[in-house]
């Protein structure tokens, strides 16, 4: 039986010294596992060795993101939420807690744990040490951001190592760790700072890899398509940082951000739910096409139609008709002609009203068509700026109607 499965016959037999020895034996072989890291983290936990079940748990969610391994992300991030929880910092744990609730709210024993977070926070006294309320960690741990193991409440750990080494105790292990005062790590040159992003349904997290940024100097701001970023560098000079257009709205309001000692790390908030961003920004930002024209533009389109002034003269019009181009205006004089009324007049007819005879002839074409052949209309008009009528909508659902003016003139711009 190998030295993982040995470890994990002991935790379920809560031997958790001997759990940690064959874990670490395991960990000798292969010293980048998440899973030997998790299950040594839990025994670590289980015998109240809790500094250093938060290392583990940090080294986990470490390897787990190299490897892209959800599950194990997810279970390293709760051990470290537990991990926070029993070195009594409150604050940490409940950030983490919901880190792994975004990615599974299902996750075993995750409700005991925020319920039993929330409960210890509401009975802090004003009194009671500031640091347990604060949150000072990010959702991804730091490298080498281990903590001081505390002899006090690791006790038997160094023996445990030196059993699973064979040997007599390291210096190490000899003498206490002293906590070194934390220094302000040099600040990352601008041609070495990287970005990563992920998503889930809700929101984007983008993180900007950049050492010793200055909290209080950092400008960060949101719009509904824009992030911006920019703080000052040790050169004298400032870090500047955009994604404009982002690939799709965002809620401002919504958005978070925390400046940490070695990167930035934001939430952008989708403004639609569910949409899969492709990418951080976005290559051409065009409305999203659609089959049939808005409602709330119908009648406003009907009416630009129908109401449409008439030609002075009898241009032929550009049209999807496979006999070529028509002549509108004849069409239309040939439509409403009654050979036995005078030229010029619509007898007979019962919705003419006097007026333009080509609006009548628009009218009755429009009101008799399917809405197939409406829809046509209404897009190939409006998008030609007037310029042509069809009424196959196969051929113009394809894409934009360009305009085309009749021969011998020109299309200009309003404000040209």
């Given at each position: 039986?190998?030295?993982?499965?040995?470890?994990?016959?002991?935790?379920?037999?809560?031997n958790y010294v001997e759990?940690?020895?064959?874990?670490?034996?395991?960990?000798?072989?292969?010293?980048?596992?998440?899973?030997?890291?998790?299950?040594?983290?839990?025994?670590?936990?289980?015998?109240?060795?809790?500094s250093r079940a938060l290392?583990?748990?940090?080294?986990?969610?470490?390897?787990?993101?190299?490897?892209?391994?959800?599950?194990?992300?997810?279970?390293?991030?709760?051990?470290?939420?537990?991990?926070?929880?029993?070195?009594?910092?409150?604050?940490?744990?409940?950030?983490?807690?919901?880190?792994?609730?975004?990615?599974?709210?299902?996750?075993?024993?995750?409700?005991?744990?925020?319920?039993?977070?929330?409960?210890?926070?509401?009975?802090?006294?004003?009194?009671?040490?500031?640091?347990?309320?604060?949150?000072?960690?990010?959702?991804?741990?730091?490298?080498?951001?281990?903590?001081?193991?505390?002899?006090?409440?690791?006790?038997?750990?160094a023996a445990t190592d030196?059993?699973?080494?064979?040997?007599?105790?390291?210096?190490?292990?000899?003498?206490?760790?002293?906590?070194?005062?934390?220094?302000?790590?040099?600040?990352?040159?601008?041609?070495?700072?990287?970005?990563?992003?992920?998503?889930?349904?809700?929101?984007?997290?983008?993180?900007?890899?950049?050492?010793?940024?200055?909290?209080?100097?950092?400008?960060?701001?949101?719009?509904?398509?824009?992030?911006?970023?920019?703080?000052?560098?040790?050169?004298?000079?400032?870090?500047?940082?955009?994604?404009?257009?982002?690939?799709?709205?965002?809620?401002?309001?919504?958005?978070?951000?925390?400046?940490?000692?070695?990167?930035?790390?934001?939430?952008?908030?989708?403004?639609?739910?569910?949409?899969?961003?492709?990418?951080?920004?976005?290559?051409?930002?065009?409305?999203?096409?659609?089959?049939?024209?808005?409602?709330?533009?119908?009648?406003?389109?009907?009416?630009?139609?129908?109401?449409?002034?008439?030609?002075?003269?009898?241009?032929?019009?550009?049209?999807?008709?496979?006999?070529?181009?028509?002549?509108?205006?004849?069409?239309?004089?040939?439509?409403?002609?009654?050979?036995?009324?005078?030229?010029?007049?619509?007898?007979?007819?019962?919705?003419?009203?006097?007026?333009?005879?080509?609006?009548?002839?628009?009218?009755?074409?429009?009101?008799?068509?399917?809405?197939?052949?409406?829809?046509?209309?209404?897009?190939?008009?409006?998008?030609?700026?007037?310029?042509?009528?069809?009424?196959?909508?196969?051929?113009?659902?394809?894409?934009?109607?360009?305009?085309?003016?009749?021969?011998?003139?020109?299309?200009?711009?309003?404000?040209?």
């Amino acid at each position: 039986m190998d030295q993982s499965a040995l470890g994990k016959k002991a935790l379920s037999e809560s031997n958790y010294v001997e759990a940690i020895k064959h874990y670490t034996t395991a960990l000798q072989r292969s010293p980048t596992s998440p899973a030997y890291l998790i299950q040594r983290a839990t025994a670590y936990q289980r015998n109240k060795e809790y500094s250093r079940a938060l290392n583990d748990a940090n080294r986990a969610v470490l390897e787990a993101r190299k490897r892209a391994k959800r599950e194990q992300i997810i279970e390293a991030q709760f051990r470290r939420g537990v991990a926070l929880y029993s070195l009594e910092r409150y604050g940490d744990a409940e950030f983490v807690l919901k880190v792994v609730k975004r990615m599974d709210e299902k996750f075993k024993g995750l409700e005991l744990w925020i319920n039993k977070t929330k409960l210890t926070l509401s009975k802090l006294g004003p009194d009671e040490e500031e640091g347990k309320r604060v949150c000072k960690v990010g959702e991804v741990p730091e490298e080498g951001d281990d903590v001081p193991t505390d002899t006090a409440t690791n006790a038997g750990a160094a023996a445990t190592d030196e059993k699973a080494a064979g040997g007599a105790p390291t210096l190490q292990q000899q003498t206490p760790s002293t906590p070194a005062p934390p220094q302000q790590p040099h600040q990352t040159p601008a041609d070495k700072i990287r970005h990563e992003w992920y998503q889930n349904n809700q929101n984007v997290y983008f993180t900007l890899l950049a050492k010793g940024v200055p909290s209080d100097q950092a400008q960060i701001d949101f719009a509904p398509r824009s992030l911006t970023i920019s703080f000052p560098l040790a050169t004298g000079s400032s870090y500047d940082f955009t994604l404009d257009p982002l690939f799709a709205e965002i809620d401002p309001a919504a958005c978070t951000k925390r400046v940490l000692s070695t990167k930035i790390e934001i939430g952008l908030a989708k403004k639609v739910h569910g949409k899969k961003w492709r990418a951080l920004e976005s290559d051409a930002p065009t409305p999203e096409k659609t089959d049939s024209v808005p409602t709330a533009d119908h009648d406003a389109v009907k009416a630009a139609v129908l109401s449409a002034p008439p030609m002075s003269t009898g241009p032929v019009y550009p049209t999807s008709s496979k006999s070529g181009p028509k002549n509108w205006d004849k069409v239309t004089s040939d439509a409403l002609r009654d050979p036995s009324a005078k030229p010029g007049t619509a007898e007979g007819d019962e919705d003419f009203e006097g007026g333009d005879e080509s609006n009548l002839f628009f009218k009755k074409l429009f009101k008799g068509s399917t809405p197939e052949v409406q829809r046509a209309m209404m897009k190939s008009y409006t998008e030609s700026n007037g310029t042509a009528l069809s009424t196959n909508w196969e051929e113009v659902s394809k894409g934009k109607v360009e305009t085309t003016p009749p021969d011998g003139m020109q299309a200009r711009e309003w404000d040209s």
